[in-house]
């Protein structure tokens, strides 16, 4: 009885205590489950120990590649370096260290290291040597952010074709600006692990994209120096040189001076930074007397048995035109009108066409619009037509010798490179391919619309050539020995408010080779050259030199070495 | 007055015997045994993940310095091969620019500079080193234990040094 009673007594000390913790127990197993189940994932990530941290990838811009993959444009890596003073155990070590290699003040950087902030920036941007060396101590308090830079090795070659990057990593102008979106990767932001146990992620940012351009930079220094020659030799305050395979559209090569180093964009105007070749908007000139021609033999409004009386003056609109060198021509064929560039004669040629005719032609030759050049930047020109406020009767006659219409320079090679190409108008295009990742995006030539029919234009091309090889004017010439060559000059007054200027004017010249079988064409423009008085003297010259040097670089045979190949095996190519 | 689940739960109680049993004991060191077991091949795999994450980690940082160096090399190679660094370096070399006149071309009969090309087939690099994938319960096995018996010697070895 005595027992019974103390197992009793000791039952009702201990149940109280399996009680409690059996409530105790469930409680915590309570808490638990709510803690797992019903607590936001954002107020749960605040209570769990953070063992993530943000990390930014910063990606590569694309490179820019000539056509034979030279590099044009490319990445080159500067390090920001900051540290977490709280990760550092041995401060004056570490500081002694860092301060030795960034070659920062050893207090100073104590200091810093010693500070109660979570993060200091020891140097904002350091090269990529030093920054390997602080990545070499492997500390896990340094903080290392690699901070893209864009970087030009070829200096001011092609500078305004490629653009630049700003400090925004913005691209500008150019390549650069026109390919922005494809050349920028993608910046990523990535939550990594600190726990061993996840899988490390693949930090490879999203790269863009790379381009090669059609331009050969062999060429692009060529045309490059000979303009430079040029603007010394005539004095000329500016010039455009472009060469383009007419078949195709590709540009293999454009320049116009001033130029500028893209690795110091800042240190010039920023007029500088736009090219000339695409947004210049020039009167063209005597050229144009081709695209007249070219357009009314195209509707049959004359034949090349053409003939007009020449009495060296014509009134059009209320206006008095007048041939360049104010004599009367009499009888002269359509040859002769481009032979010897006579205004008279193309504005008789363009009265004829009437200016339905005469505007559709003009059109179809893309005057007035922008090529759609694969650059930023592009001018359209300016063509005015009946119904524009600004047009008046006159226009018809002025226009159809280059006067009252304004062109860009690619503008104009473009229009002339249908010509060579029997009439068909290419898209002009400076870039070959875009590689995305492992997709290679190739370009293909672009069929803009033919300007006019094969016969016309191999009838024009007949008389460019008559241009080269019957023109007395031609002082220095502008064949090469053993090519035919096609091609016209253009000498252009250059308008101001109150009219023309005085002795100033634009000088181009056009022209591709071989004549039969185009492969190159070129455009040589000079501003104000003081040196001569006419295109024909001033850059007539230039063209044969830079002629006679793409041959060679281009390997192009001359014409009975070319015809013997093409008897043996078919078409060569350049 | 007692209510009847206080009778129940009195009465379980009051049955319980507090001397340990030879069964009992016997389960309970089962239990443990395999408890450790249990926590050995975790603790055996968690190690491993964790050393060939880390070993990831350091294989994919290698990677990207290597990648690093060769942009930086690639950047040299370019600077070094500049249009007017070459052509500054022919011309000290002794080079000068072929003319027009001087270049021969020859023409070779039945020769056709467009002849067509054979595209040879490259194999993918991605699907040729592919592994056969050939593991068994019987190698996994194995593993582990290897890996627990490295543990092991890894820990005694670095106890002992």
Redesign the interface.
């Known amino acids: 009885m005595q027992a019974a009673q103390t ?1 009793q007594e000791i ?1 009702n000390r ?2 109280p205590i399996v009680i409690i913790g059996m409530i105790v127990a469930s409680g915590y197993l309570l808490l638990q489950l709510v803690g797992f189940q019903a607590i936001a994932p954002e107020v749960a990530n605040e209570l769990r120990p953070n063992y993530n941290r943000n990390i930014r990838l910063a990606a590569a811009r694309g490179i820019i590649y000539d056509h034979s993959g ?2 044009l444009a ?4 500067e390090y920001r370096i900051g540290i977490s003073p709280n990760l550092v155990s041995d401060k004056r070590r570490v500081a002694t260290q860092l301060a030795a290699i960034l070659r920062l003040d050893e207090l100073a950087t104590y200091e810093k290291i010693n500070s109660a902030e979570p993060w200091v920036l020891l140097t904002p941007r350091v090269s ?1 040597e030093i920054g ?1 060396q602080v ?1 070499a101590l492997d500390l896990q308090a340094i903080d290392i952010e ?1 901070i893209p830079r864009r ?1 030009y ?3 001011t ?1 092609a500078a305004q074709i490629i653009g630049f990057v700003g400090g925004d990593l913005q691209g500008y102008y150019g390549i650069e600006g026109y390919y922005q979106d494809q050349l920028t990767g993608r910046i990523r932001e990535e939550v990594v692990s600190d726990i ?5 992620d ?2 490879t940012p999203d790269e863009g994209s790379n381009i090669y351009l059609t331009l050969d ?2 060429i692009q ?1 060529l045309i490059e120096s000979e303009l430079a020659l040029a603007i010394a030799e005539t004095g000329a305050t500016g010039g455009t040189y472009i060469v383009m395979n007419p078949r195709t559209g590709d540009i293999l090569a454009m320049a116009s001076w001033p130029s500028f180093d893209p690795n110091a964009y800042a240190n010039v105007e920023a007029n500088v930074w736009r090219n000339p070749a695409i947004s210049d908007e020039y009167e063209p000139g005597s050229v144009m007397k081709v695209l007249t021609v070219a357009g009314a033999l195209d509707r049959e409004v004359i034949t090349p048995d053409f003939t007009y009386v020449d009495q060296g003056e014509l009134a059009v609109g209320g206006i008095v035109v007048k041939n360049w060198d104010l004599r009367a021509h009499g009888v002269v064929d359509v040859r002769g009108i481009l032979v010897d560039s006579l205004n008279v004669g193309a504005a008789t040629v363009s009265l004829k066409m009437g200016h339905e005719a005469f505007y559709a032609a003009m059109d179809a030759f893309g005057i007035g619009r922008p090529t759609r050049v694969n650059l930023e930047g592009e001018a359209s020109g300016t063509m005015y037509i009946p119904g524009d406020p600004e047009w008046s009767e006159s226009n018809l006659g002025t226009n159809s010798f280059g006067q009252g219409v304004t062109v860009t320079p690619l503008q104009m090679l473009a229009a002339v490179s249908a010509i060579a190409n029997d009439g068909l108008m290419m898209q002009p295009n400076l870039v070959a391919r875009v590689i995305d990742g492992d997709r290679v995006i190739e370009s293909q030539p672009t069929f803009l619309r033919r300007a006019i029919s094969p016969e016309a234009a191999h009838i024009v091309t007949d008389m460019m050539v008559s241009v080269i090889n019957d023109n007395d004017s031609l002082d220095n010439g502008a064949g ?3 090519y035919t060559v096609a091609g016209k000059t253009g000498t252009a007054e250059i308008p101001s408010p109150i009219g023309y200027e005085s002795n100033a004017w634009i000088m181009t010249f056009v022209g591709f080779l071989p004549a039969d079988d185009p492969q190159v064409a070129i455009l040589i423009k000079l501003d104000r050259p003081t040196t001569g008085r006419w295109a024909s003297q001033v850059v007539a010259p230039r063209f044969r030199r830079l002629a ?2 793409l ?2 670089m281009m390997e192009i ?2 014409d009975d ?1 070319r015809h ?2 093409e008897a ?6 350049g | 007055m007692r209510t009847p689940t206080q009778d129940w ?2 009465h379980a ?2 049955n319980t015997t507090w001397r340990w049993r030879q069964q009992t004991l016997a389960l309970g060191v089962l239990g443990l045994f395999v408890a450790v077991i249990i926590g050995a091949l975790y603790l055996t795999q ?1 190690a491993s ?2 050393t060939l ?2 070993q ?2 350091d294989l ?1 940082s290698e990677r ?2 290597l990648e ?1 160096s060769n ?2 090399i ?2 040299e190679i ?2 070094l ?4 660094r070459l ?1 500054s370096r022919a011309l000290e070399l002794g080079f000068v ?5 001087q ?1 021969e ?1 020859l ?8 002849r067509q090309t054979t595209q040879l087939q490259v194999e993918r690099e991605g699907e040729a080193n592919l592994p056969a994938y050939d593991e068994t319960f019987g190698g996994w096995l194995q593993q582990q234990w290897d890996n627990f018996t490295r543990q092991f010697q890894d820990f005694s070895q670095s106890g002992g040094s």
Do not use: C, H, M
């Not at chain 1, 061993?196 to 490390?200: A, C, N, T, V």
């Not at chain 1, 043996?568 to 190519?573: E, Q």
């Not at chain 2, 091969?81 to 007017?84: A, E, L, Q, S, Y």
């Not at chain 2, 023409?107 to 467009?114: A, K, L």
């Open positions: 197992q039952f201990r149940l030279q590099r490319e990445n080159t890596v990529a390997q990545e690699k970087s090795p070829q200096g070659l061993p146990f996840d899988l490390p693949d930090q930079r062999d220094y090469v020995p053993g006679e040097r041959v060679v045979p001359p070495v013997a190949l043996n095996a078919g078409v060569v190519g | 739960l009195g109680l009051r968690a993940i964790a994450n880390r990831l980690q994919i990207n310095r690093q942009e930086q690639r950047s370019a600077q091969r500049t249009v007017f052509r620019e072929a003319q027009r006149d270049i071309y023409v070779i009969e039945g020769y056709n500079p467009n």
